[in-house]
């Protein structure tokens, strides 16, 4: 199985100030058809996860623009350019190339400073 | 409006069965693969299972294969995940989620949980 490893696990962050979460995988995941499978999802504190990032880089409708994802093969980005107070949450990777099983990183929890 | 909505949770004795339900409105739900994601408590996500359009391509993790059964309705937009021989490490929410995950509709919606608690 693939394994996702996220870092760092806690990211203390100033109001408006950017963050960048880290996300890689112990072998490529770009797919036989050419695509890379690499999605991010957003866990606001008791609420379900929701899918910011689909296929390293396209944002879902409703997410704002201060976030973005970005990598390729087996090194993954998400960055928020300026973190605001309903962005706190875990953050997580997920692998769907080399699936089934699919696979999450650990995740990644924002905090504010 | 995407809705889904799980039920059948509950606290279940070690080697006790369970039947977890989603319920899907608000898209064509025949043609969406659907699948389980469950989360321990303070823990991450797991993907536990995956089920086709149709039903007959069917997928899961290694820690529950041979103990849980993924199964649709698609004349009643419904989602199920028998659960049998449940141990403690089961005990987590389990979350119904659309999508099929070399498409855009990855894992695009989920639903509200339902907890399970596996102890005596």
């Known amino acids: 199985d693939v394994v996702m490893t996220q870092s760092p696990l806690s990211l203390p962050v100033t109001l408006g100030q950017p963050a960048s979460i880290s996300c890689r995988s112990s072998?490529?995941?770009?797919?036989?058809?050419?695509?890379?499978?690499l999605n991010w999802f957003q866990q606001r504190p008791g609420q379900s996860p929701r899918r910011l990032i689909y296929?390293?880089?396209n944002r879902d409708s409703g997410v704002p623009d201060r976030f973005s994802g970005s990598g390729s093969g087996t090194d993954f980005t998400l960055k928020i350019s300026r973190v605001e107070a309903e962005d706190v949450g875990v953050y997580y990777c997920?692998?769907?190339?080399?699936?089934?099983?699919?696979?999450f990183g650990g995740g990644t929890k924002v905090e504010i400073k | 409006e995407v809705q889904l909505v799980e039920s059948g949770g509950g606290l279940v004795q070690p080697g006790g069965s369970l039947r977890l339900s989603c319920a899907a409105s608000?898209?064509?739900?025949?043609?969406?693969?659907m699948n389980w994601v469950r989360q321990a408590p303070g823990k991450g996500l797991e993907w536990v299972s995956d089920?086709?359009?149709?039903?007959?391509?069917?997928y899961y993790a290694d820690s529950v294969r041979g103990r849980f059964t993924i199964s649709r309705d698609n004349a009643k937009n419904s989602l199920f995940l028998q659960m049998n021989s449940l141990r403690a490490d089961d005990t987590a929410v389990y979350y119904c989620?659309?999508?099929?995950?070399?498409?855009?509709?990855?894992?695009?919606?989920w639903g509200q949980g339902t907890l399970v608690t596996v102890s005596s």
């Open positions: 089920i086709s359009r149709s039903g007959n391509v069917i």
């Open positions: 072998q490529s995941l770009v797919h036989s058809d050419g695509n890379t499978y």
């Open positions: 997920m692998q769907a190339t080399h699936w089934p099983p699919l696979t």
């Open positions: 989620v659309r999508g099929y995950c070399t498409g855009t509709n990855c894992l695009d919606y």
């Open positions: 608000g898209f064509t739900f025949s043609s969406y693969t």
């Open positions: 296929k390293v880089s």
